[in-house]
C-alpha cells in the first residue's frame, strides 16, 4: 500500500503534479457564467441556480438574527466546541493586528502608513458534505479581526431533502459573518466580484470550493483579490526513532483521507520506525470510513521515506515546503529555527496536525504545492490594506527640492521636477532650453 | 486640451478600461520563451538575447565589487541625492518590519507566527530611458530590510553604443543588490522563475517591464510571487479654493508625462481654480520635453471635475481609488480619515506627488486601475513569509481532545479525530462501528 524508499528529487516532481487544473471546456463555462451575471445580475445568478442547485432562490439575504435562529439546530455540545475554538482562534490572530503608525518630525513634516480592514469580503462556503464549519471561522475571525467592515458569505442553497447545515451556520453566527446568500458554484463568484442588484461587490473573496469556484476566483482575480486557490492537503512527518508509530500513522490518516491527491509524507533515519508506520497505517486504515480515499491517497502520493541521517530529513522537507510539518523527534524545538519552509509547524508528539485544523489557534487555511517558499497562512493581514501618506513642511520641501530635482532629472522626467521646483519660483533649468 | 465636465459614475468606467493587456499572439510568444528557458537554460536565454537585444551575453553576473565599480561612473550629485532618498526609504521601511513572536500557556504549550526574508529574490529592471535608479532602490530596500537571502536583478545588456547606465548601478550598489545579470525580457523571468545553470531560481519576482515582461511575470505567478503587474500612472487631485492652480497643474503634470494612458484628475468644487488649473496646464505643457505625451494623456485620460462640494470629490476619490491622492485643500489631515482608498496620499501644498516617487521613503510601487480598494504599497511585508508553529503539551491535548474530536466527527473527518484520540489510548466511539 505504501512505499518505503530513499528519499530523492524525483519525488517532488511527482508531488508537484497534482495541483487540480481546470481545463479548457471549464474555463470556458466559467467565463460565460460570470459574463452573464455581470450583464444581467440577479436573474442570471437565479436561472444558473435553479440549473445547477435544482432549487429557486430568491437571494434574500440571511441577517444575523436569522443566521442564529438556523444555527440552533447545532448540536450544543459542537456548538460548545466551535466556541472554544473561536476563543482559540481570536487569541492568536489578534496578536497579528498592526497598528496605523506614522513618523515625525521637527521641521514639521510627517509620514506613516495607515492600515484599514477591507470595505468588504466575501466567503465561499460549499455545500453539502464539503462544508466545514472550522473553515468558516478561520476564514471569518480574521476578516474581523482586521475590521472588515462587512462579511459576506455565499453557499449553495439547500436541496428539498435538507436544510441549511446548522454547524456552518453557527460557525456564521460565532465568527460574525454578517449576511448570508444562499447561492453557490461559479455565479455567486461573480455576484461578489461585480455586485447584482440584490448582493453587494466585494473587495476580496475568500474560501474553499470545486474546480467551477476555483476558477471563478482566478478569473474575477483583480477585479477583486482572492486568497490563494488552495491545492490537495499535505503532511510530511520528520520522525526519529523515538517518534510513535502509530500516532505518526494516524497523523498521516489525517491527511490522507481528505482527498485522493492529498499527499502524506514520512522521513526517518530509523528502518524499524518506517516499517512500523507502514504496519500501522495498514491496520488503522481497515477500520476507517473514509479507507477508500485514505487508501488512494497513500497509494499515490503517500511515502515513506529512509534517510540516512535527519539532517538529510530537514533538507528534504525544506525543498518539499510543505503544507503542514510535524516533529515527532526528540527536542523539536530545535528543528525549527533550520525548518525554513512549510505553512504550519507541530512540534512534539502532542501536537498533531488536527489540532491546528481545530483548535490552537493558528489558521489552518496555508499555502500548499511548494508555495510555502514565499506564501503565508491566512492572517489578518490578508484583510487589510495599507495606504501610505506624506505630508512636508515648506522648509522641509524647500531642503528635498534640489535632490528631487536631481533625479527627476537623471531619470528624463522634467515635469516631476518642475512639481517640486515650481513651489519656490526657480525656473528649472531644462525648462531655459526652449 | 483638458476637459472640464460635473463628475460623474461615466469617467471611473473609462479609466478602468486604460490597462494594457496581452493580446493572444504575446500570450504565445511570451509561453513558448517561458517553455524553451525551462527546458534548455542558459542556452535558450542566450539566444534570445541575441535575438531581441542583439547581444552575445556569457550570463556571467556582476558581483558587488562589479556593481560597485560600473557606479563610480554616476554623476556625484545624482549618486549623493540617490544616497540620502536611500536613507529616507530606509527609514520608513525600517518601521515596517515585524518580529516573529509566540505566546505560551502555563501548560508548557505554546504557539507563534516566525517572519522570515524569503530566500532568493528577482528583481527586474528594464532597459534604456526606461531604467530607473528610483525603482531599484523602492523594490531593494524593502527587500534586504526583510531579510531577503539574496537580491539578484535582472537588466537587458547594453547595446554597442552604450554602457549600463551608471545611475542605476549606483542605486543597485547603494540598495545592496547582490548580484546583477544582463539579460532582460521574458527570458530573463523565466531564467529566474524556473532557474537556469547559472542564474538561481527565485522566490519571488519584482520590478516593471513592458508588456512581454508583465506577461511572463503573470504566467510564472504560482511558480513564484510576483508583486502586483502595475498599470499606467494616475494622479488625483482634491483641490479647494486655497489650491495654488499652477502648482496643481505641475503635479499633474508630473504624472501625465509618464505615459499616454496616464491619468491626471482633478476634482475642485471652485470653478475658478478649474479654469485656473486648465489654462495653467495649457501654458506648462508647451516647455515639457516630454509634451507629446503628456499632451495626449491629458487630452485621453486627464480630467477636471467639477463638484457641488469636497465631500463629493471625497466620493468621488473613493470610489476611484487612485494610485497618488493630493490633497491640496486647507486643513488636509481632516480628509486623510475620509480617504479609504488610495496607493499614497500627499497631504497639503508641499507634498508634491514625485516627492513620494524619490525622496519622503515610503514606496513608490503602489496599486493602480482601482486596485487600492484591496492592495497596498509594496511594503517590507512583501518579501516576508511566515509560518505558524504549534507545540502542546500532554495535558493540553488531553484537554481540548474532546473538542477535536467533536469537531473532527461533525466534519466527517474521522481519521483527524483519531489522530488527536490515538495519544489517549481511547477507542474513538466510531470505530467501534466495524
Known sequence: MITIQQAGKSVIDTLRQRQQSADGQVTQTVSDIIEQVRQRGD?????????????????IPLNRAAIQKLSADCDPAVYAALERAAGNIRDFHARQLQQSWLTTRPDGSFCGQRIRGLFRVGLYVPGGTAAYPSSVLMCAIPAKIAGVGELIMVTPPPKDDGGINPAVMAAAYIAGVD???LCGGAQAIAALAYGTETVPRVDKIVGPGNIYVATAKRLVYGQVDI???AGPSEILILADDSANPAWAAADMLSQAEHDPLASAILLTDSKTVAKAVAAELEKQLAALPRAEIAARSLADYGLILLCASMDEAVDFANALAPEHLEVLCREPMNYLGRLDNAGSIFLGPYAPEPLGDYYAGPNHVLPTGGTARFYSPLSVESFVKKTAFI???CAALEGAKEDIVTLAQAEGLDAHARAAAIRFNVQCTMYNVQ
Do not use: C, I, P
Not at 47 to 55: I, L, N, S
Open 43 to 59: 436573474g442570471a445568478v437565479r436561472e444558473y441556480t435553479r440549473q445547477f442547485d435544482g432549487v429557486d432562490t430568491d437571494l
Open 391 to 393: 505630508s512636508y513642511s
Open 227 to 229: 486568497d490563494m486557490v
Open 179 to 181: 449576511r448570508v446568500y
